[in-house]
């Protein structure tokens, strides 16, 4: 069975994520917990987080991700930012454990600082926080800077998995290929295959096209095949059957949940041919 969601809506209460995922049809979800550009976040209510976890079994929704705020900067040079990053993350945590399997997050490193600086100044990050939480967090790729090499990704999740709620990556496609990885090749997908090693700690796809070409460093995502990736190079992706059966998330652009229905046929035709 083909893993796969979008990143839904939770505007108006995590239950709209639900009825979205009725709608789509879909076994898997990813969203914000609250508003991504605002350090403000309330706490979930037991009654919407039970509601949700019954409907969360009875659907099959499996994983349920929630992706950490734009905002989050671990690793920033303003004192203030981090010291607001870490009340934030520590929420969103503690109110993520309560509904969801993974999250997903962004390193967004110092960029003025080499990897093994910023390799003590995450840790220093994450020893201020509760890491016992039911949850996982994955690390993701990013189109530019240290984490757009997944060698560097991995030295940072090996650096962090001591803290046992690190799980493992996150893979976006778009961000791979705007990083360099041409996964529309054998060649390329091999590399990208190399720099991460250990298959097993990729535990989701964020499954999107780019609209900017191989190596651009520049973050655009497109609908699936329309894309500098395109279908066939898609083709070539899931070819290696390392892929195959990791759970996929959509963050194509879409105008309402139209969009999505098309892009999920579209993720669907490719991984089954």
Same mark, same amino acid.
């Given at each position: 069975?083909? !893993? ?103 390193? !967004? ?54 803290? !046992? ?109």
């Amino acid at each position: 069975m083909i !893993r796969i969601g979008v990143h839904n809506s939770a505007n108006g209460g995590i239950i709209n994520v639900i009825k979205e995922i009725e709608f789509l049809k879909t076994n898997s979800t990813q969203f914000f917990i609250h508003s991504p550009r605002s350090w403000d976040i309330k706490d979930l209510e037991n009654k919407e987080v039970n509601l949700f976890l019954k409907l969360k079994q009875k659907l099959d929704i499996n994983p349920v991700v929630i992706h950490s705020s734009y905002l989050i900067s671990p690793l920033s040079e303003n004192p203030q930012t981090v010291e607001k990053s870490l009340n934030l993350i520590k929420k969103e945590l503690e109110n993520s454990s309560k509904i969801a399997d993974y999250y997903v997050l962004h390193i !967004r490193e110092n960029r003025k600082k080499d990897i093994k600086e910023n390799l003590k100044e995450i840790n220093k990050f994450f020893e201020k926080i509760n890491t016992d939480y039911k949850i996982e967090i994955l690390v993701e790729n990013s189109a530019s800077g240290l984490t757009s090499d997944l060698k560097n990704l991995i030295s940072f999740y090996k650096e962090l998995k001591k803290f !046992r709620i690190f799980g493992g990556i996150c893979l976006d496609t778009a961000h791979a290929f705007e990083g360099g990885y041409d996964i529309k090749t054998d060649k390329g997908v091999k590399s990208l295959i190399q720099d991460i090693k250990d298959l097993k700690l990729i535990k989701l796809i964020h499954l999107n096209d780019s609209k900017t070409k191989l190596a651009s460093k520049t973050d655009r995502h497109e609908h699936l095949g329309k894309g500098q990736i395109g279908k066939e190079g898609f083709k070539n992706f899931f070819s290696f059957k390392e892929f195959k059966n990791i759970p996929l998330i959509l963050e194509t652009p879409k105008k309402s949940l139209n969009d999505d229905l098309k892009n999920i046929q579209t993720a669907i035709s490719i991984i089954e041919v």
